[in-house]
């Protein structure tokens, strides 16, 4: 079963989400206080207003950016914006128990009452998580509160007796489907395995179903890329049926060995110093166009992307902005500041390499090399943008580029970026 790991006990987890389905989707309680209504539409709608209505483009945190947002709100408004960073925050094991609890408690706080920090729904073992969600679920933590203010808002219109669609596999792909969201949010694999453990695997990102899938040999990346939440579920089930019915005392978890092996981006290179082991990132989940549900400038990531692309143009030099960022980095820029962009990358190094190189953020071209290369470091930590940066240099030892981190100097009263 994709509930069972090799790492922790997930039952507590799992038995919190059935808990917060029943009481806050099904019905319009609270997750933390049985005497109170809060998954109610108004109270929704209020965050709606405070949140999606009244974007915050600071440069500040997301936590800070937020309880300013909510800071015009009822006490309910600011409860409900509580619970919806616990049930955000519930799978995400990346993300400490600590930091979880702090952000939680804190958000209740601003409503004037207290939440104590030894509630059984914020001890370790329930914020322990079940999977990563790598950096882009922080990076993209306004746009997942979004999304589950929207499916809790769509919810709400349905009679009670037809929101059951959360229990029943079928009718939630054709529900959570029609709900409005920017890009492809991770929340949506999050619930999807919250609601059906035993069916759906523990995986917040769609890119790492398909490397599973190819990695295993089910299908080649080319085909499963264009298949369905639905045929990437059906995919995993049968071959982790397949696999465990071969292993039948083991427990068969991907990100785990001697599974992970098979299809993770992990691989040892040669070089003339000696075998290298380099992780290939993958993107967490590819961004698609969609329309803007607020303005597109709200990551200032992206306006720095925007920035190095244009300056890099006006140089003479061709762009490259990573796959991920690019739909979102060309609305910021005019059509003729896209000129320079490039498609396809010219050049000729081996398909590890590439894989590296096309994920990093920025890269100003000069006929067939790289000039220079950009990682553009706001809200993620300085060290992956570094990581990036050594393993392509691992893989090319002998490769003449200059290699940027941009983040900002958060040491001056007044931020501002720094290329360094």
Same mark, same amino acid.
């Given at each position: ?21 029943? %009481? ?63 049930? /955000? ?47 882009? $679920? ?32 079928? %009718? $939630?792909?054709?529900? &959570? ?13 999050? /619930?999807?395995? $919250?609601? $059906? ?70 691989? %040892? &290179? ?11 990132? /993958? ?119 200059? /290699? ?17």
């Amino acid at each position: 079963m994709a509930r069972l790991n090799n790492h922790h006990d997930t039952s507590q987890i799992l038995n919190a989400s059935d808990c917060w389905i029943d %009481k806050c989707l099904l019905a319009d309680g609270s997750i933390f206080d049985s005497e109170k209504s809060l998954w109610t539409p108004s109270v929704i709608s209020e965050v709606y207003k405070s949140f999606v209505e009244h974007p915050d483009f600071g440069g500040d945190s997301f936590m800070t950016k937020l309880k300013r947002q909510m800071g015009n709100a009822s006490p309910s408004a600011k409860q409900l914006v509580s619970e919806m960073l616990w049930i /955000l925050l519930l799978f995400p094991s990346n993300i400490s128990a600590q930091t979880k609890r702090q952000q939680i408690v804190e958000m209740w706080e601003l409503s004037g009452e207290q939440l104590p920090l030894s509630h059984s729904l914020l001890t370790d073992q329930v914020l322990t998580g079940i999977g990563s969600g790598g950096p882009a $679920f922080n990076n993209y933590r306004p746009d997942e509160l979004e999304f589950l203010i929207a499916l809790a808002a769509d919810i709400k219109t349905r009679p009670a007796e037809v929101r059951s669609v959360v229990r029943d596999y079928e %009718k $939630f792909l054709s529900w &959570i489907s029609a709900v409005p969201m920017r890009g492809n949010r991770q929340f949506r694999h999050m /619930l999807r395995y $919250f609601s $059906f453990p035993d069916q759906v695997e523990r995986i917040s990102s769609n890119n790492d179903r398909m490397s599973i899938l190819e990695g295993f040999g089910v299908a080649a990346r080319r085909v499963v890329g264009d298949w369905s939440d639905r045929q990437l579920d059906e995919g995993l089930l049968a071959l982790r049926e397949m696999l465990q019915r071969d292993n039948p005392l083991a427990v068969i978890d991907f990100y785990d060995s001697p599974w992970k092996e098979r299809w993770s981006g992990d691989r %040892k &290179i040669k070089t003339p110093d000696g075998e290298v082991s380099v992780a290939i990132p /993958l993107d967490d989940e590819r961004e698609e166009v969609v329309p803007p549900v607020r303005q597109i400038e709200g990551r200032e990531s992206l306006q720095i992307q925007a920035k190095l692309a244009r300056i890099g143009s006006v140089m003479g030099f061709k762009i490259w902005i990573a796959r991920a960022d690019q739909a979102r980095v060309s609305e910021l820029l005019a059509p003729n500041e896209q000129i320079a962009f490039v498609e396809d990358l010219p050049l000729s190094y081996d398909g590890i390499t590439l894989d590296t190189i096309k994920l990093i953020d920025v890269i100003w071209l000069k006929g067939r090399s790289i000039a220079r290369a950009f990682e553009v470091e706001h809200t993620t930590a300085v060290y992956s943008g570094l990581l990036r940066m050594a393993d392509l240099l691992a893989l090319q030892p002998n490769m003449d580029i200059r /290699l940027h981190i941009v983040a900002p100097d958060e040491r001056l009263t007044c931020p501002r970026f720094l290329i360094h």
